[in-house]
């Protein structure tokens, strides 16, 4: 019997290997700095992942290309807002490249300034440790100086479309 990777295509095919990752559920977050003017910068983000318990780390990655790399790279801290099921419009406008994706969008401001976004369930802020290129990519690792969280279901991200995640009956 041939396991299905037996005859999958070749994983530098750009679509295939899309196709493999969206399978993988994830959370949906707004990660958000300030430029040096003092503009919030913010973007829609499913690589956010948790690095290290001890000390509290987290990490994301940014496309090499993109439009707010500038402001990242050097700004000191960025929040993480993990989006509340609820909030699937403000997801969609922080995807695009919308001139004010902050537009009507209340903010807390966070250490560092980094914007904190209203109504999420989850806040991070964090310290920028190191970033480092891999590929088409930049990954950010941040130290956690500050978390929150409060009731809510969470949005998540699967096969290329938005949903919201419940808990299976029975599970612990």
């Known amino acids: 019997m041939t396991h299905p ?3 999958a295509p070749d994983p530098r095919d750009p679509l295939h290997f899309r196709s493999c990752l969206s399978t993988f559920a994830t959370g ?4 958000a ?23 509290p ?14 402001a990242f790279l050097r700004a000191s801290h960025f929040s993480v807002s993990v989006l509340a099921a609820g909030q699937l419009e403000l997801a969609r406008r ?34 920028t440790v190191t970033r480092q290129e891999f590929g088409d990519h930049l990954l950010f690792v941040g130290q956690v100086r500050r978390c929150a969280r409060v009731p809510g279901m969470p949005l998540v991200f699967h096969q290329g479309d938005f949903g919201q995640a419940a808990a299976l009956d029975g599970a612990v």
């Not at 949906?28 to 990660?31: D, E, P």
């Not at 300030?34 to 000390?55: E, H, I, M, Q, Y």
């Not at 940014?62 to 500038?70: F, M």
Request: net charge negative; hydrophobic share 45%.
């Open 57 to 70: 780390l987290v990490l994301w990655s940014l496309r090499s290309v993109a439009r707010h790399l500038d």
């Open 94 to 127: 922080f995807a695009r490249s919308s001139s004010e994706p902050f537009a009507e969008v209340i903010l807390h401001d966070g250490l560092g300034g980094a914007p904190l976004v209203d109504g999420a369930i989850a806040w991070f802020e964090c310290e």
């Open 5 to 7: 990777t037996d005859r």
């Open 28 to 31: 949906v977050t707004i990660v």
């Open 33 to 55: 700095t300030r430029a040096p003017d003092g503009t919030p910068v913010g973007l829609t983000v499913n690589s956010f992942n948790s690095l290290s318990l001890d000390p």
